[in-house]
């Protein structure tokens, strides 16, 4: 059983920065080193969104609005993703979850919570 658990969250001002780790409970880093990974975000009232994703091959994607400002990682010997956030804005506050893409099922963690003050 796959589980993920993300930590890093909490609150930052606005133009700040801040890390998110996803630690993931995979029997190896081999087969971690295959999965893709993702971090998404739902803000109240709003639908979860992708915010990053990189591939078992490092290939990343990001959302246009956080293009240049924030960076997804991963280190495969730890299993391991981060999303580093930088630049951020008040519109970044939400709950950020990370998601395990394992042959077309997904996993996901209880989500970390960011709160970007002005």
């Known amino acids: 059983q796959v589980q993920l658990a993300e930590s890093g969250g909490g609150l930052v001002q606005s133009g700040g920065s801040v890390r998110l780790s996803c630690a993931a409970s995979?029997?190896?880093?081999?087969?971690?080193?295959?999965?893709?990974m993702g971090w998404y975000r739902q803000a109240p009232g709003k639908q979860r969104e992708l915010v990053a994703r990189?591939?078992?091959?490092?290939?990343?994607t990001y959302a246009d609005s956080v293009k240049g400002r924030f960076t997804i990682s991963r280190d495969n010997a730890k299993k391991m993703v981060y999303l580093q956030m930088s630049s951020v804005k008040h519109e970044d506050t939400a709950l950020y979850y990370c998601?395990?893409?394992?042959?077309?099922?997904?996993?996901w963690g209880q989500g970390t919570q960011v709160t970007v003050s002005s």
């Open positions: 998601k395990l893409d394992r042959d077309g099922l997904d996993y």
């Open positions: 990189i591939t078992g091959r490092d290939t990343t």
């Open positions: 995979v029997p190896s880093f081999r087969l971690f080193s295959n999965y893709n």
